[in-house]
């Protein structure tokens, strides 16, 4: 008789479906049970575009609609798993429970909602985390004429960007000098920026929110700190995200904020392993990706270690402008940066000592496999050639002993 090994994935985001699919691909013959809260697999970057109406539902899922009967998977689908009991090594859910010889978590993270007036209470706040809060937005904007963003980052403007598209009067609040202020550096920021007040977003820049007024559950305006009233119909808040720990509640699993892996993604208990934002490593969705692969290697015997945490990579895509920003956006003590640009592109390179630290890419974003190949393997370069005609085909045709060359 042959006993086929059981795993159990909570979360069917990026890291949880790769490592279903990896580890179908190593064992044919494995039992996949996937458990998810949410009752539809989707990309949480193609969110907007849904609430844009840009997107239907269906066109958001990043696996093909058979994808768990293709691959012989259980889904147990729209139920929270509850808790963990690894001695035992059961999963137990909203309705049940289901044994695991090898377990991965993958729960993603949760929006962060400040304390801030009645945030946490008035039914026309919302995150943009879930199909369930584009859900939300979309049926309340239905009948909104303004928005307050808080939060200027990617999920902010993603936010923005939905309802300016569907005619709504947007005003964004954010604490930092500037948008988009961990994704890019201040003059690349600025060109999204001026898009988005061409399309009639104001911004309120370097300010905090303070309080709310409400009429009944509704919040109807926002205060600032600086005690300016913006009077609104909704607001979406996108101030950060949390690791989803809260399965882990009384267990034996070790976590802070975050769980605690090692570089096989294994956790502190045998036959667990974390991946993707629940791990507080890098969450974007190459990474988290990557990290399901590994886990899922090891998860079926092999020995892979997860060595992508190199650089932090942004991509970005506003009203036709696009970008690329890998590793450092700012040079720091000793660095240099260099700068070309012209009326179609801008990009810049930060050089610590020679070697590649950070690379912004916007408007012509070419060549961005390259950069990001310099930053993850720290190649080493020479004074005397310019750093913007090097490429590949300069990489692979240098002798074993030479060096890249900067100017």
Not at 2 to 28: C, E, Q
Not at 152 to 178: F, N, Q
Not at 254 to 267: E, P, S
Request: hydrophobic content about 40%; charged content about 20%; glycine content about 10%.
């Amino acid at each position: 008789m042959v006993l086929y090994m059981k795993h159990v994935i909570i979360g069917t985001g990026a890291a949880g479906i790769t490592a279903a699919k990896t580890i179908r691909s190593i064992d044919p013959g494995a039992q996949i049970t996937m458990i998810s809260s949410d009752g539809a697999i989707y990309s949480r970057s193609m969110l907007h575009y849904y609430i844009s109406d840009e997107k239907g539902e269906g066109k958001l899922a990043f696996v093909g609609k058979d994808f768990f009967d293709d691959n012989n998977i259980e889904w147990i689908k729209g139920t929270k798993a509850t808790g963990i009991d690894t001695e035992n090594r059961i999963v137990a859910y909203n309705t049940g429970t289901v044994n695991y010889d090898r377990l991965l978590i993958a729960t993603g993270a949760e929006s962060v909602i400040p304390p801030v007036g009645a945030f946490r209470e008035a039914a026309n706040v919302f995150s943009l985390r879930h199909l369930s809060d584009a859900r939300n937005i979309k049926e309340i904007a239905k009948a909104a004429n303004s928005a307050v963003i808080v939060g200027a980052g990617l999920v902010g403007l993603d936010a923005a960007y939905s309802l300016l598209r569907i005619g709504k009067k947007v005003t964004v609040v954010e604490i930092a000098d500037r948008v988009l202020a961990l994704n890019l550096d201040r003059h690349a920021s600025l060109a999204y920026q001026k898009k988005f007040e061409e399309a009639g977003c104001v911004f309120y820049l370097g300010n905090r929110t303070a309080d709310t007024v409400c009429a009944g559950s509704n919040v109807t305006s926002v205060i600032l700190d600086s005690g300016e009233r913006l009077d609104c119909d909704m607001v979406v808040v996108a101030v950060g995200v949390r690791p989803a720990v809260e399965v882990l509640s009384g267990g034996s699993i070790v976590y802070d904020k975050a769980i605690a892996v090692d570089g096989y993604m294994r956790t502190n208990v045998d036959g667990v392993f974390a991946a993707g934002d629940v791990t507080g490593l890098s969450g974007i969705w190459p990474n988290a990706a990557k990290q399901g692969e590994v886990a899922a290697k090891n998860m079926c015997g092999q020995q892979v270690e997860y060595t992508d945490q190199f650089a932090l990579k942004n991509t970005l895509n506003f009203y036709g402008l696009t970008a690329i920003s890998v590793g450092k956006l700012e040079p720091g003590e000793g660095d240099r940066e260099i700068i070309i640009e012209d009326r179609k592109s801008y990009k810049k390179v930060i050089l610590t000592g020679n070697t590649v630290s950070g690379v912004i890419l916007q408007g012509d974003i070419s060549n961005s496999g390259y950069w990001q190949h310099m930053i993850k393997n720290n190649v080493e370069l020479k004074e005397g050639y310019p750093v913007f005609k090097t490429s590949f085909a300069d990489y692979f045709g240098l002798d074993a002993d030479s060096n890249y060359v900067w100017n």
